[in-house]
């Protein structure tokens, strides 16, 4: 009985055999080839053949599996009868952590991100950045150094163009106030931020009202424990304190900067009736809400104030004061969790209120901006390869400038409401090959126009090091709030981008390449007419700009080290404003090139740093000249360094230094209004506050452990 048995098995065995590829036709060795349900399996060979037998009989389902890509599942009939398979190609898998991304425009930085041409520390621990985020992105391709302003000026667009938004929520007045051709500062403290998205170009349909550039910038996450940070500065200090618990944290810093007695120690250009004051606080509250949801709330309040003594151009030897008080609060709240799987909801408010009280000699005028802006956006993932986001928003502001010692000027302002609302979707057709096409609606009712902007990008995988993306997207945003002071008879201005971009990323060295261009419509224009009043005002500017964008970071060569090279071309003309014709606007410079150097010297437990910037002269208008915007300035240079010294693993001393050669920087001529008997308009020189700046301070942090620090923050 026994031998007949197995003589019965023996009938019933089957072989089957195949042969394993990739999609590119190449052999895939040791792919898992078995039947589920059973112990019957084999591998392929260096060949990518396979040779599996069974005494299993019926149906069966024949399985092969190899990393990285999808199974093959295939049914089939064992009878004893040999079963041949066609050669089979395995698809590869997709997978978010090695697929392609689009990148055309952006930089970004944060924990989570997989190939970033910055870390989350970059926004200001560039030497010559002083802290400050903006300054830091100026040594990003792109972006161009107008040492009059301190604003981002991003490919040939000014720095109106550039919009930033905390936790998706607009920011309506990103900078500090200042006087005439004095620069200003972001008014954020960096320790709020753990992350950022800069984009220079062709960016989501989620981001509006922006013809240039978007700087999205990303709050702290929850905590992890209690700490109180000190900082004290050679001009000014500031305490700051989190204190957390087990679901919900709070943190707060209150800073005071004066800089009367470094100003009085280090010589100034600007005559200064009053140095800068500032007075500042911030709040941040963090509360996780269910299982996913957290709720973020993030507040700040400022008052800064000064006065100068300014040179009467229209009447040579005599002075005027310039006495300027800001007062600037906002609030912005975000809530973002998952409302069931694969759907994120997030609901967002911002809240700004400004006002500039500035005095000009005997008369004095209120700026008073007060805008709001709510969203809500939800994201959906259909599948692993297919992402919806949606939303809808609401932006309003109210703008106004009052005369008080002019009563028969009284005072303007305008009132706009926007409506807009914006849907986007990612696509991967593989892991190499994406593609992001969305549309954004927008409406404003004091303008009565609405525009629709469609926007496309797509990024396609050259290799596992490289890749390759391109971007086409229609860019609305209202003219400037001092031309809807006269009229609301305006259409949207408009910018269209093109963008091809190269990345490669290969052992901690990134190279980034990027062709733009950028056309741009329905610009403002306008005369002066004999009172010193708009003429004329229309839409019929017009403008372009095209460039070249070259990035090389290394962190690889040199140990304990890093260094990135930066390098800008740009074309830009426009015929906008009171131009007489095409020219080159005056922020724009053709040729920007930076190097920055950070290196960690554990021997002296520092971290030292260096910044070099040279970019070319930059046009502007000399009315003495009878060619407009003819002019040249000289060329821009600064070497910026700092050195952070690590006393105990909690106490840091802190020195930096700005143009620390001295090299001459001048930023063109500010000509008088009127001409004198002579027809001759009278000038001075456009100069920096001072030929350098000095930053010396000291961090303290009181934690449990022991052992946080400020380092990764400052510099």
Not at 153 to 172: A, Q
Not at 319 to 339: A, R, V
Not at 612 to 630: A, H, K, L, M
């Amino acid at each position: 009985m026994l031998v007949i048995f197995l003589g019965s098995k023996l009938t019933a065995q089957t072989t089957i055999t195949g042969k394993v590829n990739d999609e590119k036709g190449e052999s895939l060795v040791g792919a898992n080839v078995y039947l589920e349900g059973t112990y019957d399996g084999a591998s392929s060979n260096s060949d990518g053949e396979f040779l599996l037998t069974t005494f299993e009989v019926g149906t069966k389902l024949l399985r092969i599996d190899f990393v990285g890509f999808e199974p093959y599942k295939k049914e089939i009939v064992l009878d004893g009868t040999p079963v041949q398979i066609p050669v089979i190609e395995l698809k590869e898998a997709f997978n978010e952590l090695t697929a392609v991304t689009i990148s055309d425009g952006t930089f970004e930085a944060g924990d989570r991100k997989k190939s970033i041409a910055l870390s989350s520390i970059d926004m200001v621990t560039t030497a010559g950045a002083a802290g400050d985020v903006y300054g830091a992105l100026q040594a990003l391709p792109g972006t161009t150094t107008v040492g009059e302003s301190g604003k981002l000026f991003v490919k040939g667009g000014d720095s109106r163009e550039s919009k930033t938004y905390i936790d998706g929520m607009l920011v309506y007045v990103p900078y500090s106030s200042s006087s005439p051709n004095n620069s200003v500062r972001g008014r954020f403290s960096p320790f709020m931020f753990s992350g950022m998205m800069f984009s220079t170009g062709g960016y989501s349909a989620e981001f509006g009202q922006a013809l240039s550039s978007v700087l999205a910038l990303q709050t702290n996450a929850m905590p992890v424990q209690d700490q109180l940070n000190i900082s004290l500065l050679s001009i000014g200090t500031e305490l700051g304190g989190t204190k957390t618990w087990e679901n919900a944290s709070v943190t707060s810093s209150i800073g005071y900067n004066n800089l009367s007695p470094y100003m009085r120690l280090v010589p100034q250009n600007t005559e200064w009736d009053k140095e800068p004051q500032s007075l500042s606080g911030d709040l941040s509250f963090r509360l996780k809400t269910g299982k996913s949801g957290m709720l973020k709330i993030f507040a700040t309040a400022n008052r800064s104030q000064l006065s100068t003594i300014e040179k009467s151009l229209n009447n040579p030897g005599s002075d005027f004061g310039y006495q300027l008080i800001n007062d600037n609060y906002f609030i912005n709240t975000l809530w973002i969790g998952e409302i069931k799987k694969d759907w994120i909801l997030t609901t967002g408010f911002s809240y700004t209120d400004n006002v500039d009280k500035v005095t000009v000699d005997s008369m004095n005028y209120n700026e008073h901006l007060k805008g709001t802006h709510a969203k809500v956006s939800i994201k959906h993932r259909l599948n692993e390869q297919i992402r919806i986001i949606a939303g809808a928003e609401l932006y309003s502001k109210r703008y106004k400038i009052e005369f008080p010692s002019m009563d028969y000027l009284g005072s303007n302002g305008f009132s706009n409401n926007t409506i807009a609302g914006f849907i986007e979707s990612e696509m991967y057709a593989s892991r190499k090959f994406i593609t992001r096409v969305g549309a954004r609606f927008e409406y404003s009712d004091y303008l009565n126009k609405a525009s629709i902007a469609p926007r496309i990008s797509m990024a396609y995988k050259l290799s596992d090091k490289g890749q390759l993306s391109l971007s086409y997207g229609w860019f609305f945003q209202d003219p400037e709030d001092e031309f809807l002071l006269f009229t609301d008879r305006f259409e949207f201005e408009r910018a269209d981008h093109y963008t091809l971009n190269y990345i490669r990323n290969e052992n901690q060295r990134l190279l980034r390449t990027e062709l733009y261009f950028k056309d741009y419509k329905n610009l403002v224009k306008y005369e002066i007419g004999e009172t010193n009043e708009y003429d004329y005002i229309n839409n019929q500017g017009y403008g372009y700009a095209y460039g070249l964008d070259l990035f090389w970071r290394d962190r690889m060569s040199i140990r304990n080290a890093e260094y990135w090279i930066s390098y800008s071309f740009i074309d830009a003309r426009r015929d906008y404003h009171n131009f007489p014709y095409e020219a080159v606007p005056d922020y724009s410079s053709k040729h920007n090139l930076t190097l920055v150097y950070k290196h960690w010297v554990s021997t002296l437990r520092s971290r030292i740093g260096g910044t070099y910037r040279i970019s070319s002269p930059r046009y502007y208008n000399n009315p003495n000249s009878g060619d407009f915007n003819s002019e040249k300035t000289i060329p821009y240079q600064s070497l910026d360094v700092n050195w952070s010294y690590l006393h105990r693993q909690n106490v840091i001393f802190y020195f930096s230094v700005s143009n620390v050669l001295g090299f001459e920087q001048q930023f063109g001529y500010e000509y008088a209004t009127i001409a004198d008997g002579d027809g001759v308009y009278h000038s001075a020189p456009k100069l920096p506050g001072a030929k350098r700046f000095f930053v010396l301070g000291c961090f303290i942090t009181l934690s449990k452990s022991g052992n946080i620090n400020q380092l990764d923050k400052i510099n």
